[in-house]
């Protein structure tokens, strides 16, 4: 339905070869779709509140404001991934920046699925569950490195008052001290952030993944 929500899809592969035996199949699938809500009509447009989508209404939209949710956004952001908390993450993370999280792992786990035994159970059955897993490792590493509540508050700090300029497309481009930077976008109806870029850059460093999906990661 065009509810203008996402819908997981689930692939399942399974075929015998001439002999009768079960083969072992790799599916490469979306995994899932979004349908936006049909479109009001203009003139319930017209009479909505100018607060009401900031992605929509570049024009109208209260930089001072939008800033200020920026900032809590990146302070909640990494506070999320200092303590290991995934949900929060994942709800203040773009769509797209997650979705090339799991096509990551899905890669990964399908050479662990290939190698037959020396694949673990243990470890992840599917890129949701690696996704939660390195998520909860890395936080508790993080956690590990700043003993103290006000360490913490301190880094988080930083990282909420780094730069940030608006751009004309609705976004916002926020600078990090390393030179690198992230964008905020407003999507379902809340501020987010968007690293695709960077994490693409990342990726493409990792001697797991072949020739063939470096470029398709590029292309993303």
Avoid: C
Wanted: net charge neutral; proline share 3%.
């Amino acid at each position: 339905p065009d509810d203008g929500r996402m819908h997981r899809i689930d692939v399942r592969v399974k075929a015998r070869d001439s002999s009768g035996k079960e083969r072992k199949l790799e599916a490469l699938a979306r995994r899932s779709y979004y349908l936006p809500k049909i479109q009001e009509s203009a003139k319930h447009k017209e009479a909505a509140p100018e607060n009401q989508n900031l992605f929509q209404t570049p024009i109208r939209v209260n930089r001072a404001e939008a800033e200020k949710a920026i900032r809590q956004v990146i302070y909640d952001l990494n506070y999320a991934a200092m303590t290991g908390d995934v949900e929060t993450f994942k709800k203040l993370t773009a769509k797209r920046t997650l979705d090339l999280y799991y096509l990551t792992f899905d890669m990964i786990l399908s050479k662990y699925r290939a190698s037959g035994e020396n694949y673990e159970r243990s470890l992840a059955d599917n890129s949701d569950e690696l996704f939660n897993l390195i998520f909860t490792m890395v936080g508790v590493s993080f956690s590990s490195r700043l003993s103290y509540d006000d360490d913490k508050k301190k880094e988080l700090r930083m990282k909420a008052n780094a730069p940030i300029a608006f751009n004309e497309n609705s976004t916002a481009r926020i600078e990090w001290p390393d030179g690198s930077y992230s964008l905020a976008i407003f999507e379902n109806g809340q501020w987010k952030t968007d690293d695709t870029e960077t994490l693409k850059r990342e990726i493409l460093k990792s001697e797991i993944l072949s020739p063939e999906e470096k470029e398709y990661i590029k292309k993303y």
